[in-house]
C-alpha cells in the first residue's frame, strides 16, 4: 500500500475503539488497528506514520498531555 493510502486508513481509524462499551465497536476496532499494524510492517516508512498517528491520537488533554501535532500526508 503506498503512503498516502496508509495515511487515509490511519486517519480513519477508530483510536478510541477500546473504550467502547458495544461489542461490535471493541471487535472491529481490535480488527481494523491489528491490520494497520500489519500494514505498518511494510516499510520503514510506513512504520514511522504509524507512530506518528499513534502518538497523535493519544496524546493532549484527555490523555493527561501535550497535544502531539497531526502527521502530515505523505506526497506520492
Do not use: V
Not at 15 to 30: E, F, L, V
Not at 44 to 65: A, I, M, R
Amino acid at each position: 500500500m503506498k503512503l498516502p493510502e496508509y495515511y487515509d486508513l490511519l486517519a480513519g481509524l477508530d483510536w478510541t475503539y477500546m473504550m467502547s462499551d458495544a461489542h461490535n465497536i471493541c471487535s472491529q476496532g481490535r480488527q481494523e488497528m491489528a491490520n494497520a499494524r500489519r500494514l505498518s510492517q511494510e516499510s520503514p516508512e510506513h512504520q514511522k506514520l504509524f507512530s506518528l498517528w499513534y502518538d497523535y491520537s493519544y496524546s493532549g488533554q484527555g490523555w493527561g498531555g501535550e497535544q502531539k501535532p497531526k502527521p502530515e500526508k505523505p506526497k506520492i
